[in-house]
């Protein structure tokens, strides 16, 4: 359903229903997917700025174009990526995206595995005695409160060597009434269940990092471009990137 929202191919005629389904009451789902989108380029954009060449990336999606590798070579050459997703489809589309690259390696992992940074260790690119950058974008509404996404974000934070960062990207519930139960419940029958929260709780997820300017916000506000026109700009995601002191 996200590739379809971003305009790319990689799509079902049942994921394109689904899409029109919630289209009905959400109007700006295209918009908001590439928001979401934008908000990642300019994060990795800037944290490759500020010297970080290695990315994890959980819940990659792997989009065509514009994804963490090719956004942080631009500035950083030899920077590491690994992706990390739990679904097949992104593994297949890694390898044909991937095939001529050495410093970009996928995996078909769980954001909820307990080691799942052992995993990435494994794999020897990522170096976690220095700083490293981990994306969480527009995976945790995809985790129950039951499976606990404060406690994924806990495990990043007793690993993570100081000066790391964690980008987090989250769907809200501020759009509220018919928009935010045709998400859900469209979620909940199309694909995996998903779980809108409110900014605050989104914030929350930050607790023991130091958000970096200009703090959590709704994605367009986050750094927008200077160009970028914020009259129609949606409230559908929140977040921010936040450094780990010590
Ligand atoms: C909405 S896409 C976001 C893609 C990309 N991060 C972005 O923001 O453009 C969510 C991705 O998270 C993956 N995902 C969902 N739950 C996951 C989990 N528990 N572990 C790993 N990946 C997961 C899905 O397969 C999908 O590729």
């Known amino acids: 359903m996200y590739d379809y929202y971003l305009g790319g191919k990689d799509n079902f005629r049942v994921d394109r229903e689904a899409a029109r389904e919630i289209l009905r ?36 999606g792997l989009p065509t174009q514009g994804n963490v590798h090719e956004v942080a070579e631009r500035y950083v050459p030899c920077s590491r990526v690994v992706y990390v997703d739990n679904d097949p489809t992104v593994l297949s589309h890694a390898r044909a995206l991937l095939a001529r690259e050495r410093k970009t390696l996928v995996i078909k992992a769980d954001a909820r595995s307990p080691d799942l940074l052992d995993r990435v260790r494994q794999l020897r ?36 060597a100081p000066g790391s960062h964690v980008v987090i990207a989250h769907g809200t519930r501020s759009a509220g009434g018919v ?68």
């Open 25 to 60: 009451d959400v109007p700006e789902l295209f918009q908001t997917a590439r928001e979401n989108r934008s908000f990642l380029r300019r994060a990795v954009r800037d944290l490759a700025k500020s010297g970080i060449d290695q990315f994890v990336d959980i819940g990659a």
């Open 179 to 246: 928009a935010v139960d045709a998400m859900t419940n469209t979620y909940r029958r199309a694909t995996a269940p998903v779980y809108l929260r409110y900014p605050e709780q989104i914030e929350d997820f930050f607790a023991g990092f130091t958000l970096i300017d200009p703090g959590a916000s709704y994605l367009p506000w986050w750094r927008p471009d200077p160009e970028s026109d914020l009259s129609d700009a949606t409230r559908w995601h929140f977040g921010g990137v936040a450094r780990l002191d010590s």
């Open 125 to 160: 690119l990522i170096d976690f005695t220095r700083p490293v950058a981990v994306l969480l974008v527009a995976v945790l509404h995809f985790i129950s409160d039951d499976e606990d996404p404060a406690a994924i974000i806990g495990r990043l934070r007793s690993v993570l």
